[in-house]
């Protein structure tokens, strides 16, 4: 997908309205549109990139210097709220739209989103000669 076919290109363009919560020249926080739970709100680089895996490093820096600012700024908006903050990596991860955003959403007690483990998932732990093997193929592989 090109930025001319991106729909976050095309609200950084202002060519679709957004209510922006503040911007700068590399970066944009504004309302999810589909919020999960009120105050949900998303962070984007405003060049385009698909995901994390092929974004600039100096913009990554950037980016999440402005996640933290955001994140305390929904902190002190909403009392006793956690957030969570969510970026998908292609589509397998469950990113639907191409273009790297990280997500803001605040958790209340009893909310509906449902990000949890799957039942017994800690019922028992990984053998460690499995972690080591699995560990030495993430250490060795060569970067994209």
Do not use: W
């Not at 060519?15 to 962070?43: N, V």
């Not at 700024?73 to 969570?84: C, E, F, P, T, W």
């Not at 292609?90 to 997500?103: I, K, M, R, T």
């Amino acid at each position: 997908m090109t930025g001319d076919e991106c729909i976050f290109c095309k609200i950084v363009k202002g060519e679709i309205p957004s209510t922006i919560i503040f911007q700068d020249d590399i970066c944009m926080a504004f309302m999810d549109i589909f919020p999960i739970s009120e105050g949900h709100c998303l962070l984007i680089p405003k060049e385009h990139f698909t995901n994390l895996l092929d974004a600039d490093e100096a913009v990554l820096q950037h980016l999440i210097t402005k996640l933290s600012l955001l994140d305390r700024k929904v902190s002190a908006a909403y009392n006793d709220v956690g957030i969570l903050n969510a970026v998908a990596n292609g589509e397998y991860a469950g990113q639907e739209v191409p273009h790297l955003h990280f997500h803001v959403i605040p958790r209340r007690p009893n909310d509906d989103f449902g990000f949890r483990y799957p039942e017994g998932y800690r019922d028992s732990m990984a053998p460690r000669e499995e972690l080591e093997r699995v560990a030495g193929l993430i250490r060795n592989a060569t970067e994209a």
